[in-house]
């Protein structure tokens, strides 16, 4: 099931318990990577995007988050329902992350060298792995995957601290790090966006092309629009928890269908110039008494009233360009 | 000249590094090495460069956060750069700042209504209690905020909410001067919008100047009316902010402008070609000789790391500081149109 895929999320949904009742953040997202491909998900602050890269990874803390339906599967295996000694098994050699804030990702009384080991030794425990390497081994893998991401002086750096590193040659680290075990899936939460732009812009590329050249699928999380557009192949838009608009990159940034992401393109400022649009009016809501139906419609200009009642489904506009909105809906359309 | 608001010669801050018992100096971080730009009266000044280039530091310095080392600010035809500390409260109550993380800026302790009542207090503009709340209900109206969000304390707020209240807090001295420090950095998207919306709106009902400091070359592009590019401490182009974008001259600006991520086909077609070997901005305690780009540049030649080039005004309005300006400035042709079309530009401004 899902074998097709590197990773898809179906219908997930995950709550959090918390003081004032509970907090339903995800509403039903649906998500897919297909293999070496390269999908972006964006979206702006709170709209889940870490959570579900959480539920991927399974890192999320259950209690506090629940998880009342949805699958996940990974490589067509069922994350949700794998032991967390099977989970530990595919991290960091089948699938691997790359945070977004380098300095905390870091540990910082290690040599950098010290943690590549680590993350090598880790992946040799690995019950299937057939290679025994030996220490001069493991050490010529890490300069290797150093060199890789073009740091100067692999030897020197596997040396120092990250103290010692400047913001993108700790990124540089961190995927490295990410890329040490040939992993065939990787997940991006922001990168680079703790740097400037011309480092970011390094970091990207650097990225991409690696990504690219072995064949790695990635998902990369991020709220710069201008990031997805440059790198991925395929977007999702989420608002609220929920999926609102996917469609391959050159279409979406052409002619985005969905008003949220209309809004949200028409609040980037351009680098052409000319007048930013007023932005999206009001604020995301509070997941605890989230809206009803759409997500969207107390913020929503074309708002009609089948919109607070009805979730909107997914509907496909062109192949591979879909869109959850009433809008594009019969019911929809009937009710103009 | 009477419509010049602010005025900044050679401005120079050096912050030392001092270690041990008896706090001895060995050495200096030198954050801004003279700065020189003026703003004129109801003018949106921006200051681009990356972090570590010092542009920070020149903002909090002209409103007299930091001592400067060296170099004047003057302030409608006054010098304050020498100013006592009673005289200094004149020129506080008319250059203020809006920071850029609004969570560390407002007090977390105190609400909305006593924030905004400090300024009223200090600067004796109201003196008893009625007047100060009809003030401050004043103050968050023109921020767009409902007077009832003076109760309020800053972690009842959002992002957006909370630096409407920290640009309330500016206002309300009634300033004709604001520094606005990278204010929506750390907002999203489509609540920058609204803030930057609100500021534009701003600047044109009180006839406010702003000196606009950010990172991001499209933000500035939309806002400012000319642009100072920074680099390790020191100015290396400055222009109209049109100009700058459509005929970039200096090597860094380039590779700055053609870094950003860029959601349009039509600002990848104007986005110049980098002019950078990549590397990262050098550190301000020891910075590199002649112009501090050089290690990064693509054009540099031993000149460069020799000697520092001059801030030239290579056209009307339009300064570089680079020693091979010459190659990346447009043919005769093409520039005798480019003036054209900026003098149009300056007559909308």
Redesign the interface.
């Known amino acids: 099931m899902g074998d097709q895929y590197m990773l898809e999320i179906r219908n997930l949904h995950v709550h959090f318990r918390v003081y004032e009742g509970v907090s339903r953040v995800l509403d039903g997202v649906f998500l897919h990577v297909g293999k070496g491909e390269r999908v972006g998900l964006a979206g702006?602050?709170g709209c889940g995007k870490t959570v579900t890269m959480k539920t991927v990874m399974g890192i999320l803390k259950i209690p506090p988050a629940i998880i009342p339906h949805g699958e996940v599967f990974l490589n067509g295996r069922d994350v949700l329902r794998m032991s967390s000694k099977e989970l530990l098994q595919i991290k960091g050699t089948e699938i691997s992350m790359i945070f977004q804030d380098p300095m905390n990702a870091l540990n910082p009384v290690f040599t950098i060298g010290e943690q590549l080991y680590d993350v090598i030794r880790f992946a040799q425990r690995h019950p299937d792995n057939g290679e025994n390497l030996s220490k001069k081994e493991i050490h010529d893998r890490a300069i290797a995957v150093l060199e890789e991401v073009r740091l100067p002086d692999p030897e020197r750096i596997m040396n120092n601290y990250s103290l010692e590193l400047?913001g993108?040659?700790r990124q540089r680290v961190l995927i490295a790090m990410a890329l040490v075990n040939e992993p065939s899936f990787l997940i991006a939460d922001e990168p680079g966006t703790a740097l400037?732009?011309?480092?970011?812009?390094?970091i990207?590329g650097l990225l991409s092309e690696l990504v690219r050249t072995k064949g790695i699928s990635i998902l990369l999380i991020t709220?710069?629009?201008?990031?997805i557009?440059?790198t991925m192949e395929r977007v999702y838009i989420m608002y609220a928890g929920q999926v609102v608009e996917i469609a391959p990159t050159s279409v979406l940034?052409e002619n985005p269908k969905h008003p949220y992401s209309q809004?949200?393109?028409?609040?980037?400022?351009?680098?052409?110039?000319?007048?930013?649009?007023?932005?999206?009016p009001g604020?995301v809501p509070d997941y605890t008494a989230a809206p009803s139906g759409c997500r969207f419609h107390p913020r929503c200009d074309y708002a009609m009233p089948i919109c607070s009642q009805k979730k909107p489904p997914l509907i496909m506009l062109k192949p591979a360009h879909y869109v959850a909105c009433h809008l594009y809906t019969e019911q929809g359309v009937q009710n103009e | 000249m009477s419509d010049l608001l602010l005025v900044v010669e050679n401005l120079v801050k050096y912050f030392p590094i001092r270690v041990g018992f008896f706090r001895r100096q060995i050495g200096e971080v030198r954050a801004v090495e003279g700065a020189s730009f003026d703003i004129k009266s109801g003018e949106i000044f921006g200051l681009v460069g990356?972090?570590g280039s010092g542009k920070s530091t020149v903002g909090k310095t002209i409103v007299r956060i930091y001592k400067p080392t060296r170099g004047t600010i003057q302030f409608k035809g006054r010098n304050v750069t020498k100013l006592t500390k009673e005289n200094l409260r004149f020129f506080k109550k008319e250059a203020q700042m809006v920071f850029q993380d609004p969570k560390s800026s407002l007090n977390p302790r105190r609400s909305v209504k006593s924030t905004l009542e400090d300024p009223l207090i200090v600067h004796k503009i109201a003196q008893n209690g009625r007047d100060r709340k009809r003030i401050v209900g004043d103050l968050l109206r023109m921020v767009e905020l409902s007077p009832n969000y003076m109760y309020k304390y800053p972690s009842a707020l959002?992002?957006?909410q909370r630096q409407r209240v920290a640009i309330a807090r500016a206002l309300a001295v009634n300033p004709s001067f604001i520094v606005l420090d990278e204010p929506t950095s750390a907002l999203?998207?489509?609540?920058?919008?609204?803030i930057?919306?609100l500021l534009q709106q701003l600047q044109k009902g009180l006839h406010l100047s702003y000196l606009f400091i950010s990172?991001?070359?499209?933000?500035m592009?939309?806002i400012a009316s000319r642009t100072a590019v920074m680099y390790v401490g020191r100015i290396y182009e400055l222009a109209q902010?049109?100009e700058l974008?459509v005929s970039p001259l200096h090597p860094y600006t380039r590779?700055?402008?053609?870094?950003?991520?860029?959601?349009?086909k039509?600002?990848r077609r104007?986005?110049p070609a980098k002019q950078?070997r990549?590397g990262?901005?050098p550190s301000p305690v020891n910075p590199p000789n002649g112009c501090a780009f050089h290690p990064r540049c693509s054009l540099a030649d031993r000149i460069c790391s020799q000697q520092l080039p001059d801030l030239m005004e290579v056209m009307p309005g339009h300064f570089v500081r680079c020693h091979h300006v010459s190659l990346n400035m447009p043919s005769a042709k093409g520039r005798g149109s480019r003036l054209v079309e900026s003098t149009e530009g300056n007559k909308k401004n």
Not at chain 1, 196 to 202: G, N, R, Y
């Open positions: 702006e602050t400047s993108g040659m400037d732009v011309t480092i970011q812009a390094q990207l709220h710069n629009l201008g990031v557009q440059e940034f809004g949200l393109f028409a609040s980037v400022p351009h680098l052409t110039g000319g007048e930013i649009a007023e932005g999206i604020t | 990356e972090s959002s992002g957006g999203d998207v489509s609540v920058q919008a609204k930057i919306r990172h991001d070359l499209s933000l592009r939309t902010t049109e974008f590779t700055l402008i053609s870094a950003v991520p860029v959601i349009s039509e600002e104007v986005k950078s990549g990262e901005i």
